[in-house]
């Protein structure tokens, strides 16, 4: 089935069909997203990261249904106006959710990097020159700094 063929067949589905489907999705997201954030914030970084791919597929499968209804919207207001306020309560949860997550996500890439920097700092501060040189000071030879250690911002 053609992607255009799929978008016809969800812009037919009845109305509480498609909220219902949509409202699923949305449900599916937001319970993901807080796993997520749960995770993140008792410092489970691996274990979160693990769930990218279905919280991609949510996110994809849930602006799917978010598109159909938009189309659609004159009708299902028509046919179900409660079906479209309960949504929209969902969708301000989502909204809700995602700030979190982000504010969570921000703060943890935020210590990773702090953390990092300050182990590259303190390894290339062990491995300086500590005698001193002919103007009596203690010289530092850039070649004997930390090597090696690099920060990944891509969190």
């Known amino acids: ?3 255009a063929a ?3 067949a969800l812009d037919t589905l009845p109305a509480g069909d498609l909220c219902s489907r949509a409202e699923t999705a949305l449900a599916s997201l937001v319970n993901v997203m807080n796993q997520e954030t ?3 914030r008792a410092g489970h970084l691996r274990q979160a990261s693990e769930l990218t791919p279905e919280k991609t597929r949510l996110a994809q499968e849930y602006v799917t249904f978010a598109r159909a209804i938009q189309r659609e919207t004159k009708r299902i207001v028509a ?3 409660q079906l479209m306020d309960r949504l929209r309560a969902g969708h301000e949860s989502l909204a809700t959710q ?3 997550n982000l504010r969570v996500l921000a703060t943890a890439k935020t210590v990773t990097e702090d953390v990092l920097t300050d182990v590259a700092r303190m390894v290339g501060q062990n491995n300086r020159t500590k005698t001193y040189g ?3 000071r203690v010289t530092a030879d850039p070649a004997s700094s930390a090597k090696g250690i690099a920060i990944n911002r891509a969190l």
């Open 6 to 8: 799929r978008l016809a």
């Open 79 to 81: 046919e179900a106006p």
């Open 38 to 40: 749960m995770l993140l």
């Open 1 to 3: 089935m053609t992607a």
């Open 98 to 100: 995602m700030a979190e």
């Open 134 to 136: 002919t103007a009596g």
